[in-house]
């Protein structure tokens, strides 16, 4: 079976910093990966996917990015944040079946 | 693209009384429906899914959901709620693919 590991679970970063989360895969390969994000009162929204190493599909125009530079590695960055950057990223795997990490909460200010 | 609506943001039950949590799906064709649960500090756990057979579909810890298509709603029940159901409940789509749309959220408290 999936496993997730994605920290932290809290992050709290001042406007203008940069952000990398980690999300690593264990029990499978070459798995689809995705990273979703859910804003204050709203679902979560898919921002960027990917069905193999250096290959990332982006949802929606965004200050992020995303990167895979191994199998099971998917790193989300950002240069500079924005106060609307703040939500919970949640990162997930389907390979088959969906698993899900833990998740990170990040507020910005 | 297809929209998850949940009806409830937060639904509070006494413990031993049953539970309804709603949720409504957008989509020209039958997607394949989740329910998702979220304890604090916990990754998304899968409670059942519907995938096109049976339209009562049943999950683990006594939850259960049916899929009716002519009201395009897949709601969540569990007939007695015990404490240990307080989480985030999540209603899920996916499409053919692979991509998922996610509902709010239902936040669930139990009163003793």
């Known amino acids: 079976s999936q496993t997730i590991h994605q920290w932290p679970a809290t992050l709290v970063q001042p406007v203008g910093s940069p952000l990398s989360l980690e999300c690593t895969v264990e029990?499978?390969?070459?798995?689809?990966l995705y990273w979703y994000r859910q804003a204050a009162g709203r679902g979560l929204q898919l921002l960027f996917y990917s069905v193999g190493i250096g290959q990332i599909s982006s949802e929606v125009p965004q200050n992020l990015s995303a990167s895979r530079p191994q199998d099971r590695q998917f790193i989300l960055s950002s240069k500079k944040l924005l106060l609307s950057d703040s939500g919970f990223y949640l990162c997930a795997s389907l390979a088959p079946g969906y698993t899900f990490g833990s998740g990170t909460r990040l507020t910005v200010v | 693209a297809q929209s998850v609506t949940q009806l409830d943001s937060h639904v509070s039950v006494s413990e031993g009384t049953p539970v309804l949590l709603r949720c409504n799906y957008s989509s020209s064709y039958s997607p394949s429906l989740f329910w998702y649960v979220q304890h604090p500090n916990k990754g998304l756990q899968l409670l059942l899914k519907?995938?096109?057979?049976?339209?009562l579909v049943k999950g683990i810890n006594g939850f259960e959901a049916e899929f009716k298509k002519s009201e395009t709603s897949f709601h969540l029940t569990k007939p007695s709620a015990h404490m240990s159901d307080a989480a985030e409940y999540f209603c899920v789509a996916s499409s053919g693919d692979y991509k998922l749309s996610f509902g709010a959220g239902t936040t669930v408290t139990v009163r003793a």
């Open positions: 519907y995938t096109s057979a049976a339209t």
């Open positions: 029990g499978t390969s070459n798995p689809n």
